[in-house]
């Protein structure tokens, strides 16, 4: 089994991204805009999707609708909604659903943090996971 050459990127936990995440949308004005994404009536979990992005990106980056088909399936976005006559075309509308909702609420957050994680800003005291660094 081939193995990445690709370090782990961890995500965050839970308490400590919801921390960090309301912490930098209220540094970038966004606190107002406190609209659920939402696919086909299911709420995206944003903690989820930033798991399920970052864990995708340990191993490459995430560029083809078959990556995000697979994060949707993890995320259980994946079913079609009631009474779609095409599966595979369902899928891929929700794939793409799910790659805005991430370009509109993650993406950049994701930077940050990740460049923060790289350049040894961000510190998850193992005693206190809620702990963020203030660098988010």
């Known amino acids: 089994m081939a193995t990445s050459s690709r370090p782990f990127l961890p995500a965050l936990p839970a308490a400590a991204f919801m921390h960090a995440y309301s912490t930098?949308?209220?540094?970038?004005?966004?606190?107002?805009?406190?609209?659920?994404?939402?696919?086909?009536?299911?709420?995206?979990?944003?903690?989820?999707?930033?798991?399920?992005?970052?864990?995708e990106a340990s191993r490459a980056t995430i560029a083809s609708p078959a990556q995000w088909q697979m994060i949707a399936e993890r995320l259980g976005l994946a079913r079609p909604p009631h009474g779609a006559a095409n599966t595979a075309t369902a899928s891929?509308?929700?794939?793409?659903?799910?790659?805005?909702?991430?370009?509109?609420?993650?993406k950049e957050f994701d930077a940050v943090y990740l460049?923060?994680?790289?350049?040894?800003?961000?510190?998850?005291v193992?005693?206190?996971p809620g702990a963020v660094g203030r660098r988010i």
Request: hydrophobic share 40%; proline share 2%.
């Open 92 to 106: 891929s509308a929700v794939a793409a659903q799910l790659q805005d909702i991430y370009n509109q609420y993650l």
């Open 126 to 128: 193992a005693a206190h």
């Open 24 to 55: 930098w949308r209220r540094k970038h004005g966004l606190q107002g805009n406190n609209d659920v994404p939402t696919i086909n009536g299911r709420i995206v979990n944003l903690h989820t999707l930033h798991t399920e992005v970052l864990s």
């Open 115 to 124: 460049g923060s994680v790289v350049n040894g800003n961000v510190t998850l």
